[in-house]
């Protein structure tokens, strides 16, 4: 195998890929109000296009879902309108699309939902640490309410119905976000779920609303235009599990028989060691898995290429690399100086720092 391995195209799914560089899903808060996408997010992401696979920013399935400012739902008719031209420019631009499904959980606050309710949980734990930025600046979390057990079926519908109304949009798939601490990922781990329905308690009973919404998902979608997405090792959001490895090692092989598009992995960092996480090896998750897979975190060429080289993934996701360096992938085969993030536009703003990011031969790269 040689280097140019993340330039050989996979097959995910339904798809295809060009090549095995996905554009990670990253919130950029700057949709319109009422979460509707602008042509500011279409040129956005039709300029990067070139990634094998873009995946995008968290989207609410629904207010209950909702939690951030400037972020994008897509469960109204306006928002549904706001993708369809994003995606339109996407494949002018020959990019595949696929639309990330984000319930946020006890991660929201009363400001955002309806009636100014208590945000939704598993269990109600707040979380410890971090606060929320609202309309009327930053919060404390409250305590979530504990779903219902009667509630989960809509929790399910309300994944459902948001991936109906993505290929409505005319994306090409969804993947169902269960990293980083939100709605799923609560479920998942002990730390958050201490239920003691059949949605509690044992791994099996914690892992059951994932898969419950990945097969209903599948069923309204067709398997192959739905990924899913995990963080395994991370304690963002104030996230803990006694069990990591068995967990997400059952809910892997549990979701075998879908046959999905993909899992995508967040890898263990440092920083998430150092932050109280526990390390889950991805080559253990890499066993439990049948099917494609996608890494991601803190990936640069080399480290990518090795991986896909050691066959630790069949694709390898960039953030913050794509973030910054619209054209990616024809950086990275001309092994070209690459355009430094700056962080201090990561979340809402102008353009700046959003679409002004030069593509090679437009402007004077400048060295990170
Ligand atoms: C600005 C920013 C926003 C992010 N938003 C999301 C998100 O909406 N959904 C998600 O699953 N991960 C999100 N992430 C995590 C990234 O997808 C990715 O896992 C992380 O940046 C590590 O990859 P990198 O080192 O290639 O940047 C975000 C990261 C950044 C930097």
């Known amino acids: 195998m040689t280097a140019h391995d993340l330039f050989t195209p996979v097959r995910l799914g339904a798809f295809s890929l060009r090549n095995r560089m996905v554009m990670a899903p990253m919130t950029r808060m700057r949709a319109a109000p009422g979460g509707v996408p602008t042509a500011d997010m279409a040129r956005y992401y039709a300029q990067r296009a070139s990634a094998g696979l873009i995946v995008t920013e968290a989207t609410s399935i629904s207010v209950q879902g909702s939690g951030c400012l400037n972020a994008p739902g897509i469960h109204t008719d306006a928002q549904r309108a706001g993708w369809r031209q994003v995606v339109k420019e996407v494949h002018e631009a020959g990019g595949l699309f696929f639309l990330q499904l984000w319930h946020m959980g006890r991660i929201s606050h009363p400001s955002f939902q309806a009636g100014g309710a208590l945000p939704v949980a598993p269990s109600a734990i707040a979380p410890r640490s971090g606060r929320i930025l ?141 932050h109280g996480g526990v390390a889950v090896p991805l080559v253990t998750l890499r066993r439990a898995h049948h099917g494609p897979m996608i890494a991601a975190n803190g990936f640069d060429r080399a480290s990518a290429t090795r991986l896909l080289a050691e066959g630790g993934a069949d694709a390898v996701a960039f953030g913050r690399l794509f973030l910054a360096n619209p054209d990616l992938p024809e950086r990275f085969r001309a092994d070209a100086p690459l355009n430094a993030p700056d962080e201090s536009t990561f979340y809402g703003g102008t353009s700046a720092g959003y679409t002004d990011y030069p593509s090679l031969g437009t402007q004077p790269a400048t060295q990170p």
Do not use: W
């Not at 919404?213 to 803990?240: K, L």
């Open 134 to 274: 609202t309309v009327t600046g930053m919060q404390d979390y409250v305590a979530p309410r504990a779903l219902d057990r009667k509630e989960l079926p809509h929790i399910v519908a309300q994944y459902v119905a948001a991936a109906h109304c993505a290929l409505s949009a005319g994306c090409d798939g969804v993947e169902i976000h269960n990293a980083n601490g939100y709605l799923l990922d609560q479920f998942l781990r002990d730390g958050t779920n201490h239920r003691s329905d059949e949605y509690g308690g044992s791994i099996a009973n914690r892992c059951r609303l994932t898969i419950e919404v990945a097969e209903a998902v599948t069923q309204a979608c067709g398997a192959g235009r739905v990924g899913i997405r995990f963080s395994p090792s991370s304690s963002f959001n104030d996230m803990s599990d006694t069990t990591p490895l068995p967990t997400f090692r059952h809910v892997l092989r549990e979701l075998n028989q879908l046959r999905l598009a993909y899992v995508h992995v967040i890898t263990a960092s440092d920083e998430d060691v150092r």
